[in-house]
């Protein structure tokens, strides 16, 4: 009888603990599933915008094949299209006075740590080179800069608003389109699919000679 009470209290809290336990675990799950449907429904409503955009613009698809434009960078050195892809390129076309420009930029820059994977990455813009020149600076950015003279590739696809995203293989080919600004998980993705690639030698989605 005299440890009866100390038994007692200790299975009270014991039970508490457990309680809480469970309560700390059931309401991670749950933030965590809040989260995960907040991300999908954003990139749903993205998704649906970009289709409505691309709609109106009908010039462009998904799996559609971009010619090989030749560009000046905003550094004087001249280019064609396919000398600048990686296995996975994002085209971003843009303009400096862009504040949601600015802050795709600028998530961009929270994921790269390596300026070497800034090369998966090419801005284009029909605003002057000495004044693009300045606002890399400004950014701090590595980024090659491509000047659309006379806005000839915007103008070529109906790019209408800014920013406006083109993900493109080697191939020029089409892959993937956001007509908004893309995350830093997007950029995350982006540059993962192009280190795997180098890693491994396979392009996901693409069959081998033996097949």
């Known amino acids: 009888m005299v440890y009866a009470k100390p038994r007692r209290f200790l299975i009270i809290g014991l039970s508490i603990i457990a309680t809480v336990g469970v309560a700390y675990i059931l309401g991670t799950q749950a933030g965590n599933l809040m989260r995960d449907n907040k991300a999908k429904n954003y990139d749903l409503a993205r998704r649906m915008r970009t289709r409505q955009i691309l709609d109106r613009m009908g010039t462009i698809n998904i799996g ?8 000046e960078d905003v550094d004087g050195n001249w280019f064609h299209l396919s000398d600048l892809l990686s296995d996975r390129t994002v085209i971003t076309f843009l303009d ?3 504040a949601p420009c600015i802050v795709e930029l600028e998530q ?3 994921v790269v740590t390596d300026t070497s994977d800034f090369r998966y990455f ?3 813009s029909s605003t002057g080179p000495d004044i693009l020149r300045d606002f890399r600076e400004e950014l701090g950015m590595s980024c090659r800069i491509l000047f659309d003279k006379d806005e ?4 070529d696809l109906n790019v209408t608003n800014h920013p ?12 993937d389109i956001v007509a908004s600004g893309l995350s830093a998980d997007d950029f995350e993705e982006i540059i993962a699919f192009n280190r795997d690639v180098k890693e491994t030698g396979v392009v996901p989605g693409r069959k081998s000679q033996a097949e």
């Open 96 to 98: 400096p006075g862009c």
């Open 122 to 124: 090419l801005l284009v």
């Open 164 to 175: 406006f995203n083109l993900m493109v293989n080697r191939s020029r080919v089409i892959v």
């Open 108 to 110: 961009m820059q929270t």
């Open 152 to 155: 000839a590739f915007e103008n």
């Open 64 to 71: 559609d094949t971009l010619s090989d434009y030749s560009f």
